[in-house]
Antibody, heavy 122, light 107 residues
Framework: QVQLQQWGAGLLKPSETLSLTCAVSGGSFSGYYWSWIRQPPGKGLEWIGEINRSGSSNYNPSLKSRVTMSVDTSKNHFSLKLNSVTAADTAVYYC????????????????WGQGTLVTVSS | DIQMTQSPSTLSASVGDRVTITCRAS??????LAWYQQKPGKAPKLLIYKASSLETGVPSRFSGSGSGTEFTLTISSLQPDDFATYYCQQYNSYPWTFGQGTKVEIK
């Protein structure tokens, strides 16, 4: 059974950098895209971006200038950094498994992390 | 970006009711649409992928249909466990986008 376990700092000041990591266990890490998705309190879901094992990434243009994703294939981890945070970045951040890189597997976001509430406040 | 619009935003229904939620895309997404269920404090759960395929382990009272720009999620007989918020999401073109959500409440 695929499991995603995420962690990172939950309280930031404006202008600081958000940093989260997600560890994947129980399944193939190499064959998929791995995404970050966020949800402001009481609001809907926003896709932040994705990365694959080789480090190839796609970001949401709305956040692209502030986002960096990375991958550590030796640990089956992937990470998110979001710089220059403001109160508008306060949200629950989720990691999730996206689409398969090859072969027919038409699912997306079929496994999710538990979520991390990140609050930006002075 | 492809905009996803769900209706209604809130739906009040009783146990046993047939419930339908609509999702419209601002341009054609073929069948690249997923539906998720989210309960308070929990991560979303995949229910339907590729517009009409039921995810493993999801009860058969859930079904999805549609293609192009108009899609529906139907719950054939609402159960107590189904009161939650439902989101559609397109994965036809970047950036992946979600609908604003439909909250299914107890009538």
């Amino acid at each position: 059974q695929v499991q995603l376990q995420q962690w990172g700092a939950g309280l930031l000041k404006p202008s600081e950098t958000l940093s989260l990591t997600c560890a994947v266990s129980g399944g193939s890490f190499s064959g998929y895209y791995w995404s970050w998705i966020r949800q402001p309190p009481g609001k809907g879901l926003e896709w932040i971006g994705e990365i694959n094992r080789s480090g190839s990434s796609n970001y949401n243009p709305s956040l692209k200038s502030r986002v960096t994703m990375s991958v550590d294939t030796s640990k089956n981890h992937f990470s998110l950094k979001l710089n220059s945070v403001t109160a508008a970045d306060t949200a629950v951040y989720y990691c999730a498994r996206g689409q398969k890189m090859s072969g027919y597997y038409p699912r997306t976001f079929d496994y999710w992390g538990q979520g991390t509430l990140v609050t930006v406040s002075s | 970006d492809i905009q996803m619009t769900q209706s209604p935003s809130t739906l009040s229904a009783s146990v046993g009711d047939r419930v339908t939620i609509t999702c419209r895309a601002s341009q054609s997404i073929s069948s690249w649409l997923a539906w998720y269920q989210q309960k308070p404090g929990k991560a979303p759960k995949l229910l339907i992928y590729k517009a009409s395929s039921l995810e493993t382990g999801v009860p058969s009272r859930f079904s999805g249909s549609g293609s192009g720009t108009e899609f529906t999620l139907t719950i054939s007989s609402l159960q107590p466990d189904d009161f939650a918020t439902y989101y559609c999401q397109q994965y036809n073109s970047y950036p992946w986008t979600f609908g604003q959500g439909t909250k299914v409440e107890i009538k």
